[in-house]
């Protein structure tokens, strides 16, 4: 059973089309993450969910934009892909929103803008 | 700018042999974790240590932590080919102003290969 999910794997688009990326956890998690991760490694925070509420909102494009429908799931949208937006994007979840509790990661989403 | 920094950037032992990694960070932390990247893959919590410890151990894992030079170091013992894998160090910020929680600041990792 996969803990955090996420789909697409891969993602290969054209610049200006808009994209989504979806992301699940089936671990009763309350707290979500959107992390980007960049080609030389960076992992940096984007977004994250307490309970379906926006909690951390980082400095990013409003070309992004989360959604979580529910605690289990929070998606990605994309508007008007640019190249700079080509990394791997991660999905994780935590018990909570407490700092030491441990980030369960998904997967990843190779995007890919050409 | 990045809190958390790890040196060295690329590590190549041999197999049976000790791998050490370092991280040094900027601001005043309450965890550090340790976090492992197998290529393509997402990242996997390894150990947490507060900011009250000074070492910790899991397995074959030992962590230090010295809060007065703001750094931290992961020992792997007697490292396999399995370990072969990019180790992150995380540390913990406040978010901003309206933000209600802290958040993970991850530096650029350490590759570790481990020759058979």
């Known amino acids: 059973d996969t803990a955090v999910s996420q789909t697409p794997k891969y993602l290969v688009t054209q610049m200006g089309n808009d994209k989504s990326i979806k992301c699940e956890q089936n671990?009763?998690?309350?707290?979500m993450y959107w992390y980007k991760q960049d080609s030389k490694k960076f992992l940096k925070i984007m977004f994250s969910?307490?309970?379906?509420?926006?909690?951390i909102n980082e400095t990013v494009p409003n070309r992004f934009s989360p959604k979580s429908p529910d605690k289990a799931h929070l998606n990605l949208h994309i508007n008007s892909l640019e190249l700079g937006d080509s990394a791997v994007y991660f999905c994780?979840?935590?018990?909570?929103?407490?700092?030491?509790?441990?980030?369960?990661f998904g997967p990843g989403t190779r995007l890919t803008v050409t | 700018s990045q809190q958390g920094e790890e040196d060295p950037q690329a590590l190549s032992i041999q197999e049976g042999e000790n791998a050490t990694m370092n991280c040094s960070y900027k601001?005043?932390?309450?965890?550090l974790q340790w976090y492992r990247q197998n290529s393509g893959r997402g990242l996997v919590h390894l150990i947490l240590?507060?900011?009250?410890?000074r070492e910790k151990h899991s397995g074959r894992l030992r962590v230090t932590l010295d809060t007065s030079k703001k750094s931290s170091s992961l020992l792997i013992t007697a490292s396999r080919a399995a370990d072969t894998a990019s180790y992150f160090c995380?540390?913990?910020?406040?978010?901003?102003?309206?933000?209600?929680?802290?958040?993970?600041?991850f530096g650029s990792g350490t590759r570790l290969l481990v020759r058979p």
């Open positions: 240590i507060r900011s009250n410890e």
């Open positions: 671990l009763g998690h309350d707290t």
């Open positions: 969910y307490n309970n379906k509420e926006l909690i």
């Open positions: 601001t005043s932390i309450n965890n």
């Open positions: 995380a540390t913990d910020v406040q978010g901003r102003a309206q933000d209600s929680s802290y958040k993970l600041i």
């Open positions: 994780a979840s935590s018990q909570g929103d407490r700092i030491d509790y441990e980030q369960y």
